[in-house]
């Protein structure tokens, strides 16, 4: 007699890796039907261009983290390697899958065309695949009517609540007993300077933020030192799940009731709703992944100088702040968004290089990378959207505003160490005298600037100025305010 295999449904984690408030798992165990927690690292998307080891890292830390808390419950996240479907139907040998539960992905075009695919093959199996929004982005939407209404209906709504029954999760023994016919994932991870993962530290640092750090958040979150103990630091644990947005908003607000810092907490709040607006205007019009939003601006072409983006990369370009910036993202993984609407300025106006160029290398360094933030923002910094304004950011006086003193400054760049606060902004303009002086030769011991930041700046508002008035690109912003135009729309800096 040929042994029925039992019936299951799979929870297939993506970016939303927390058990609490977790749309899509609690629903999952909804069915009377036991579950299989699954994380798989696809082959596909380790060398996808978007991706670095840091990434990697603060998922295997965060499945360490769901792990320990799912220790008492008897289970833990079968976590393997391979594609998708291969994986599914490695998991169809052994057991019947009635339903697969994941969220709306909002993700890039490899992962996009994979979830396609995916629904192709569960259809011809008859399998139910069944998706759930995350953290209030809607898919299939034509305009931003009523978004905001129910994006904070979404917010208000209780949280789910992560409390298994018996049965309700596939056991470790089971796990254990089908683990030898997959590739499995080591989750031994990396130490590093980056911030860890997991929702334990995600919620330590939403802690000391609401306790004592949130004080100096508006005072602070457009200086590139101070930001970072002033700002939240949340945004790895929002891009990877670790937290809900939901989560994160109610008790902010629920704080607010008693806070004596209302203002603090009300710019946090809607940095959140702005995080969300962004996210959604990439669901709904992603071929900003590879060209402008405005077609409009598929006419500017921009020719490519591999010795200009290298310099700008490696922190290399004359120019201290945009330097030590580089830097510190790269080390770090983080940078505050003023600095990172910099940096992308710099490259796009000043260097003159396609955004595309800067995309995938800084999708690579930022800890927090979105692809629905990414790509939004790297258009609207070089001024490609044709509905935001223009904005040349002048790296100079960004420095002596946000770094007067130039501590950042020295901190990442410590080739200008000796260099006295009244240069340190703008080391190039010593005279030989003073460079011998504090021994710091320019040229020598760090660049002279790569290009002339007076030039570059007109060449950019010159072009940029002129192609905003054409035609193509004023019909097609009215296109682009329709579709995606909050009512009350405002641009964060």
């Known amino acids: 007699m040929i042994e029925k295999k039992p019936h299951i449904n799979i929870f297939w984690f993506k970016r939303d890796l927390r058990l609490q408030d977790n749309e899509n798992l609690w629903q999952s165990m909804q069915d009377n039907i036991p579950v299989i927690l699954l994380y798989i690292f696809e082959p596909s998307i380790l060398v996808d261009s978007?991706?670095?080891?840091?990434?990697?890292?603060?998922?295997?830390?965060?499945?360490?983290?769901?792990?320990?808390?799912?220790?008492?419950?008897?289970?833990?996240v079968l976590v393997v390697s391979g594609e998708v479907i291969p994986v599914?139907?490695?998991?169809?040998?052994?057991?019947?899958?009635?339903?697969?539960?994941?969220?709306?992905?909002?993700?890039?075009?490899?992962?996009?065309?994979?979830?396609?695919?995916?629904?192709?093959?569960?259809?011809?199996?008859?399998?139910?695949?069944?998706?759930y929004i995350n953290n209030g982005v809607q898919r299939g939407l034509k305009?931003?009517?009523?978004?905001?209404?129910n994006w904070e209906w979404w917010m208000t709504e209780p949280q789910?609540?992560?409390?298994?029954?018996?049965?309700?999760?596939?056991?470790?023994?089971?796990i254990n007993y089908i683990a030898p016919f997959f590739d499995i994932v080591s989750l031994e991870t990396l130490n590093s300077s980056l911030q860890k993962g997991g929702t334990t530290i995600g919620l330590r640092y939403f802690e000391s933020f609401l306790s004592s750090r949130l004080e100096n958040y508006n005072a602070h979150i457009s200086k590139p030192l101070l930001s970072r103990k002033s700002c939240s630091r949340l945004s790895p644990y929002i891009a990877w799940g670790n937290l809900s947005v939901r989560q994160i908003w109610q008790k902010a607000k629920h704080l607010r009731k008693t806070s004596k810092h209302k203002r603090q907490l009300d710019g946090f709040t809607s940095r959140l709703r702005w995080q969300a607006h962004f996210i959604q205007k990439f669901e709904m019009e992603d071929s900003m992944e590879f060209l402008s939003v405005n077609k409009g601006y598929h006419t500017l072409k921009k020719d490519n100088n591999s010795k200009l983006a290298k310099a700008w990369k490696e922190g290399k370009t004359g120019f201290p702040l945009i330097d030590a910036c580089m830097r510190c993202l790269v080390e770090t993984g983080y940078l505050n968004f003023r600095m990172r609407a910099m940096v992308v300025s710099f490259f796009v106006h000043n260097l003159w290089q396609p955004w595309q160029e800067a995309s995938s290398f800084l999708?690579?360094?930022?800890?927090?990378f979105e692809p629905g933030i990414h790509y939004p923002q790297?258009?609207?910094?070089?001024?490609?959207?044709?509905?935001?304004?223009?904005?040349i950011y002048n790296p100079i006086k960004t420095s002596y505003e946000h770094d007067p003193e130039g501590v950042f400054i020295k901190k990442w760049v410590p080739e200008l160490k000796n260099v006295p606060q009244s240069y340190i902004h703008e080391p190039y303009i010593m005279s030989m005298m003073e460079q011998q002086?504090?021994?710091?030769?320019?040229?020598?011991?760090?660049?002279?600037?790569?290009?002339?930041?007076?030039?570059?700046?007109?060449?950019?508002s010159d072009i940029l100025w002129k192609l905003q008035k054409h035609p193509n690109v004023t019909e097609d912003a009215v296109r682009i305010l329709k579709r995606h135009t909050l009512i009350d729309r405002k641009i964060w800096d």
């Open 160 to 174: 789910r609540i992560f409390l298994p029954e018996k049965g309700d999760l596939i056991t470790i023994q089971d």
């Open 378 to 391: 790297l258009q609207m910094q070089a001024g490609e959207t044709g509905i935001n304004m223009l904005r």
């Open 50 to 76: 978007h991706y670095s080891n840091r990434h990697f890292n603060f998922i295997k830390e965060s499945l360490k983290d769901i792990n320990n808390r799912l220790f008492e419950h008897n289970t833990k």
């Open 437 to 460: 002086f504090c021994n710091t030769e320019i040229g020598r011991d760090y660049p002279a600037p790569i290009i002339s930041l007076k030039d570059s700046q007109k060449k950019a």
């Open 143 to 149: 305009n931003r009517k009523n978004w905001v209404q």
């Open 363 to 368: 999708a690579r360094q930022f800890l927090d």
């Open 88 to 131: 599914f139907k490695k998991i169809q040998q052994h057991y019947n899958i009635n339903h697969i539960y994941s969220h709306i992905e909002t993700g890039i075009k490899l992962t996009f065309d994979r979830d396609k695919a995916v629904k192709k093959w569960q259809q011809s199996e008859n399998i139910r695949w069944i998706q």
